[in-house]
């Protein structure tokens, strides 16, 4: 079975300042690992994915995630927070033996601070 | 292009009523889901269709929920009979999967409000 772990249910950031939203996932063959984000109102948004090669890999809006395999982690990161980016993160993964369903992480709240 | 479309946006209705959810994938895509979200259980798959074949509805709460995919354009989620608890906003989401393009792609949702 595959699972997702967002640990923070909310994450409090500055504008301006870098910001780390945590994703820990569990499968049992090679990961395929997703960031989502959800503005109010609206439905989850693609940001980026990881499916193999380069772990550092870099999304929309100015956004990345690197892909830890010892530590089983794929955090999202962005150098320098927006008011905008205060929104609802969703971390998915698809074991790629196992179909082609995303099991998502209970998401994690940012809220960026002027 | 279009993305994935979702109709209605907004539906309100009394406990009792049947209830039809519609979606539109990106056209191309192979692969449909039905969501639901709601604050107390978070995002939860209701069933997936690959080339319009239900292949897991192990999510489907019970009897009361059915979805079909007639063809590869349209997908109905239906409720029948609808109780308050159904109160969640429904996503559809599509993905074209295929090596390299797993991800998937959601409308924006229809919320729907159970009396």
């Known amino acids: 079975a595959q699972s997702v772990a967002q640990p923070e249910d909310q994450v409090n950031v500055a504008e301006g300042n870098p910001l780390t939203v945590k994703c820990t996932y569990s499968?049992?063959?090679?990961?395929?690992l997703f960031w989502y984000v959800q503005y109010p109102n609206r439905g989850l948004q693609f940001l980026l994915k990881?499916?193999?090669?380069?772990?550092l890999v870099k999304g929309s809006y100015g956004f990345e995630a690197e892909f830890n395999k010892s530590q089983t982690s794929f955090h999202l990161k962005k150098p320098s927070a927006l008011v905008s980016d205060s929104a609802l993160y969703f971390c998915?993964?698809?074991?790629?033996?196992?179909?082609?369903?995303?099991?998502f992480g209970g998401g994690t709240r940012l809220m960026v601070k002027p | 292009d279009a993305g994935v479309i979702q109709s209605p946006r907004h539906e309100v209705t009394e406990m009792g009523q049947e209830v039809t959810l519609r979606c539109k994938p990106i056209?191309?895509?192979?692969?449909l889901f039905w969501y639901r979200q709601t604050m107390m259980r978070g995002l939860e798959l209701l069933i997936y269709?690959?080339?319009?074949?239900?292949?897991?509805d192990s999510g489907m709460p019970e009897d009361r929920f059915s979805a079909k995919m007639p063809n590869a354009s349209f997908s109905t989620l239906k409720i029948q009979p609808s109780e308050p608890r159904d109160s969640a906003v429904y996503f559809c989401?599509?993905?074209?999967?295929?090596?390299?393009?797993?991800?998937?792609?959601f409308g924006p949702g229809t919320r729907l409000t159970v009396t």
């Open positions: 998915a993964v698809r074991d790629h033996n196992a179909g082609n369903m995303l099991t």
């Open positions: 989401a599509s993905s074209l999967d295929s090596p390299g393009n797993y991800e998937q792609y």
């Open positions: 056209s191309g895509h192979n692969s």
């Open positions: 499968v049992s063959g090679n990961p395929y």
């Open positions: 990881y499916i193999t090669g380069d772990n």
């Open positions: 269709f690959n080339n319009n074949v239900p292949i897991d």
